[in-house]
């Protein structure tokens, strides 16, 4: 089949090449440096390590090895809290906005709400372990007011880990469920009023399952970038429990295992897919 | 209880605004710090950090790669999402939403799987670590972000215009620069500037691709190091500046296009 014009006209013959050469540049970049190194890392991830034959032992290596199992379970059940916690904190946060805050003010209350969210990753991480450092803020404030004695133990824990994480994706949220908010007709809200529902019953039956669906795509959303992130857990919580990424980078930086490194990086994105179809039902709803 | 609804929502929102910007006031109070530690109390403010990090080469250098690779690898994503925005705007290609599909499935992968693959791939075809091999990796997560942000804007009011000027006689070439690129304008510059806040933030590529020369979220990395740090403070503090101003270039230019 030749291409078209979009006005459905025939392109005459010598501008049928023009299409392919406007689409080829994009699409050879994808193939090459996307979809290329994808196989790169599939055939490494079968390789050994030593002496390189085919081999599925970096796969069962997760199976076996204690530390690798437990890594993973760290990591789902940290973006579990996570993802909990963020949705939570944002929830009522983007109602107080798109509510409450007169309507002038709204955008500016939406963008100084979201505005340390482009500070880089690496600065956000390093700002809450200064907050949460030994001699941080938090401690100063706590033993200066005598609430408690001895410095609590904040930084380097998973405690932390969640903190720089929340702190994040509750901004992300924010932004999603008050688009959200936003979009609904005001019919609705003034439809449940003239049957008879007060607020809470009009949020409850009306509101919140008509949020539910965007709701749902920001978590899956968290649930991503939360699993895949190198840099806050590497940062606030040390290494007293590793999280799959860190395992990952553990085996490139330390002992140059490109194989193990796949095969962990393969496994880990098989866990987002298997979330994602899980949860492709409800993702779904929001396009009808 | 509308007074009760009212009280509570001002408690709540203040400590939600007091839990985002405590570590960004932490982190721009202590780099004014005067003494050693950016920790309490406060002893300064004094400008003696922003001088050291400005006096070292280091970190000068990272900062000129950073924007460098920022703006080079944007430009590179974002021309290669317009041509191909408007390929298949402008034409019926056969496998058109498939291969759609494909130039926006970056998206979903994240960044250290990216990254991962693309160091495998260079080590096996013995491409050396660089700056180059980095923007490389930062324009395969921002093509797809170009692409989306131009694709959605082309709409029926602008083919409409390229249909007159087609028809007035303009050869394709002309269409595509004396029309398409100004009337995309506003969304051409969006894609930019996103993507520039995004590479210059972007860590794991970064950090996975390059050796020597690098670029500064990974020189701030470095710096971590050597524990809580006021130059720390200071670099972090002009990073969060330069996000900001890319920031709001981007809205500036996504905003001003209102339609008429």
Same mark, same amino acid.
């Given at each position: 089949?030749?291409?078209?014009?979009?006005?459905?006209?025939?392109?005459?013959?010598?501008?049928?090449?023009?299409? &392919?050469?406007?689409? %080829?540049?994009?699409?050879?970049?994808?193939?090459?440096?996307?979809?290329?190194?994808?196989?790169?890392?599939?055939?490494?991830?079968?390789?050994?390590?030593?002496?390189?034959?085919?081999?599925?032992?970096?796969?069962?290596?997760?199976?076996?090895?204690?530390?690798?199992?437990?890594?993973?379970?760290?990591?789902?059940?940290?973006?579990?809290?996570?993802?909990?916690?963020?949705?939570?904190?944002?929830?009522?946060?983007?109602?107080?906005?798109?509510?409450? =805050?007169?309507?002038? &003010?709204?955008?500016?209350?939406?963008?100084?709400?979201?505005?340390?969210?482009?500070?880089?990753?690496?600065?956000?991480?390093?700002?809450?372990?200064?907050?949460? #450092?030994?001699? !941080?803020?938090?401690?100063? #404030?706590? %033993? !200066?007011?005598?609430? =408690?004695?001895?410095?609590?133990?904040?930084?380097?824990?998973?405690?932390?880990?969640? %903190?720089?994480?929340?702190?994040?994706?509750?901004?992300?949220?924010?932004?999603?469920?008050?688009?959200?908010?936003?979009?609904?007709?005001?019919?609705?809200?003034?439809? #449940?009023?003239?049957?008879?529902?007060?607020?809470?019953?009009?949020?409850?039956?009306?509101?919140?399952?008509?949020?539910?669906?965007?709701?749902?795509?920001?978590?899956?959303?968290?649930?991503?970038?939360?699993?895949?992130?190198?840099?806050?857990?590497?940062?606030?919580?040390?290494?007293?429990?590793?999280?799959?990424?860190?395992?990952?980078?553990?085996?490139?930086?330390?002992?140059?295992?490109?194989?193990?490194?796949? #095969?962990?990086?393969?496994?880990?994105?098989?866990?987002? %897919?298997?979330?994602?179809?899980?949860?492709?039902?409800?993702?779904?709803?929001?396009?009808? | 209880?509308?007074?009760?609804?009212?009280?509570?929502?001002?408690?709540?929102?203040?400590?939600?605004?007091?839990?985002?910007?405590?570590?960004?006031?932490?982190?721009?109070?202590?780099?004014?710090?005067?003494?050693?530690?950016?920790?309490?109390?406060?002893?300064?403010?004094?400008?003696?950090?922003?001088?050291?990090?400005?006096? /070292?080469?280091?970190?000068?250098?990272?900062?000129?790669?950073?924007?460098?690779?920022?703006?080079?690898?944007?430009?590179?994503?974002?021309?290669?999402?317009?041509?191909?925005?408007?390929?298949?705007?402008?034409?019926?290609?056969?496998?058109?939403?498939?291969?759609?599909?494909?130039?926006?499935?970056?998206?979903?992968?994240?960044? $250290?799987?990216?990254?991962?693959?693309?160091?495998?791939?260079?080590?096996?075809?013995?491409?050396?670590?660089?700056?180059?091999?980095?923007?490389?990796?930062?324009?395969?997560?921002?093509?797809? $972000?170009?692409?989306?942000?131009?694709?959605?804007?082309?709409?029926?009011?602008?083919?409409?215009?390229?249909?007159?000027?087609?028809?007035?006689?303009?050869?394709?070439?002309?269409?595509?620069?004396?029309?398409?690129?100004?009337?995309?304008?506003?969304?051409?510059?969006?894609?930019?500037?996103?993507?520039?806040?995004?590479?210059? /933030?972007?860590?794991?590529?970064?950090?996975? $691709?390059?050796?020597? /020369?690098?670029?500064?979220?990974?020189?701030?990395?470095?710096?971590?190091?050597?524990?809580?740090?006021?130059?720390?403070?200071?670099?972090?503090?002009?990073?969060?500046?330069?996000?900001?101003?890319?920031?709001?270039?981007?809205?500036?230019?996504?905003?001003?296009?209102?339609?008429?």
């Amino acid at each position: 089949m030749n291409p078209t014009g979009n006005d459905g006209r025939a392109l005459p013959r010598a501008g049928r090449a023009l299409p &392919w050469a406007l689409v %080829t540049p994009a699409l050879g970049w994808t193939l090459l440096f996307f979809v290329l190194p994808f196989i790169a890392m599939g055939l490494s991830s079968l390789t050994a390590h030593e002496g390189g034959g085919f081999t599925l032992t970096n796969y069962s290596q997760f199976f076996t090895n204690p530390s690798y199992w437990q890594a993973m379970v760290n990591s789902l059940e940290v973006t579990a809290i996570v993802t909990v916690v963020s949705v939570l904190l944002a929830y009522p946060f983007a109602w107080i906005l798109a509510e409450q =805050v007169p309507e002038r &003010w709204q955008r500016l209350a939406l963008m100084l709400a979201v505005l340390p969210f482009w500070t880089s990753y690496v600065v956000r991480s390093y700002s809450w372990l200064l907050v949460l #450092a030994q001699n !941080g803020v938090i401690n100063r #404030a706590l %033993t !200066g007011s005598g609430l =408690v004695t001895e410095p609590l133990q904040l930084a380097n824990t998973r405690f932390a880990t969640v %903190t720089g994480f929340v702190h994040f994706f509750v901004m992300l949220l924010t932004l999603t469920i008050f688009a959200n908010l936003k979009q609904l007709s005001p019919s609705y809200r003034k439809a #449940a009023a003239d049957l008879g529902a007060g607020p809470v019953r009009t949020f409850l039956h009306v509101v919140l399952p008509l949020t539910l669906p965007g709701i749902m795509v920001g978590a899956f959303l968290t649930f991503v970038l939360c699993i895949g992130d190198y840099i806050t857990p590497q940062i606030l919580g040390g290494n007293n429990e590793l999280l799959m990424p860190q395992l990952v980078m553990m085996q490139i930086g330390r002992r140059g295992d490109f194989p193990l490194a796949s #095969a962990l990086s393969i496994i880990l994105m098989a866990v987002v %897919t298997i979330a994602y179809l899980a949860c492709a039902r409800w993702l779904k709803i929001e396009r009808a | 209880m509308r007074q009760f609804v009212r009280v509570a929502s001002w408690v709540y929102a203040l400590a939600v605004y007091g839990f985002i910007f405590l570590p960004v006031v932490v982190l721009v109070l202590f780099s004014l710090q005067s003494t050693s530690f950016p920790i309490p109390p406060f002893t300064g403010p004094s400008l003696r950090w922003y001088e050291a990090v400005l006096s /070292d080469v280091r970190l000068t250098s990272a900062l000129v790669n950073s924007l460098l690779v920022a703006a080079l690898s944007s430009a590179t994503a974002v021309t290669l999402g317009f041509l191909s925005a408007w390929g298949f705007a402008r034409f019926v290609l056969p496998g058109s939403g498939l291969l759609r599909g494909l130039i926006t499935l970056p998206l979903t992968v994240s960044y $250290l799987i990216i990254g991962m693959g693309l160091l495998v791939l260079f080590n096996w075809a013995g491409v050396p670590k660089s700056l180059l091999a980095a923007g490389i990796g930062h324009v395969v997560i921002n093509l797809p $972000l170009c692409f989306a942000i131009i694709y959605s804007q082309m709409g029926d009011h602008q083919i409409n215009i390229e249909r007159a000027a087609r028809d007035l006689g303009a050869p394709e070439w002309k269409v595509l620069l004396l029309i398409t690129v100004p009337v995309m304008a506003p969304a051409i510059f969006a894609g930019f500037f996103l993507s520039m806040t995004f590479s210059w /933030d972007e860590f794991v590529i970064s950090f996975l $691709l390059t050796r020597f /020369d690098t670029t500064l979220p990974v020189e701030i990395w470095n710096l971590l190091r050597s524990g809580l740090n006021p130059k720390t403070n200071a670099v972090g503090s002009l990073v969060f500046a330069v996000s900001i101003v890319l920031v709001v270039l981007f809205e500036l230019t996504l905003l001003r296009r209102k339609p008429a």
